[in-house]
């Protein structure tokens, strides 16, 4: 896997430590002892496609979340040069062993897409826990992997770039760039995403 430095040299918006070690515990304790969901594609269950539990967290911290992502968006304004709205509920999602979301963009033209994801602009992700080979709040496999970042490199341009994942960093990019998350091989991963419009 490869460090945050990577993305950010190649235009990603990248927060080390967007969470506290402390706010990542409770984060992480808040969704594993939430309500949860199979997460949707489009509004539709579609196991082949995407196996991720989507966790219903009380509004205290899903409002505490959201303030914290809004309070960036000028800087992602600046950094993407371009104007966003606010971002849209936070999603909480957890995933376990063998649990994975396919090769995917979080925006399109598709008529056929619902108009909340043809707006989205900027894709936001925060990991609520690190990747290591041991320890108890770590897991293994699970990379959120980037395609298409050398579009012009006919080598390079199919290749994905797997993300090493710290506690507590934030990552944001094009809701059109093309990702996967691979599945989980060892505990249970937790992050939040939103999207920008």
Known sequence: MIGSEFFARLGFFVIPQFFSREMCDQLRSSVASAEWKPATVEDE????????SQ???????????????LAIKPQLESHFQITLNECQTPTFLSYSVGDFFMRHEDSGD?????????????????FLNSNAEEGLETYSGGALT??????????????????????GLLVAFSSRMTHEVQPVTRGRRYSIVTWYS
Do not use: C
């Open 45 to 52: 269950y579609i196991e082949k496609v995407r196996k991720t």
């Open 146 to 167: 980037f395609y298409g970042i050398f579009p012009d490199n006919p080598q390079l341009k199919s290749r994905g770039f797997p993300l090493r994942p710290e506690e």
């Open 110 to 126: 598709d008529p056929h897409l619902t108009q909340a994801i043809r707006v989205r602009k900027v894709s936001a992700v925060v």
């Open 55 to 69: 966790h219903i967290v009380d509004s205290v911290m899903k409002d505490e979340v959201q303030s914290r992502f």
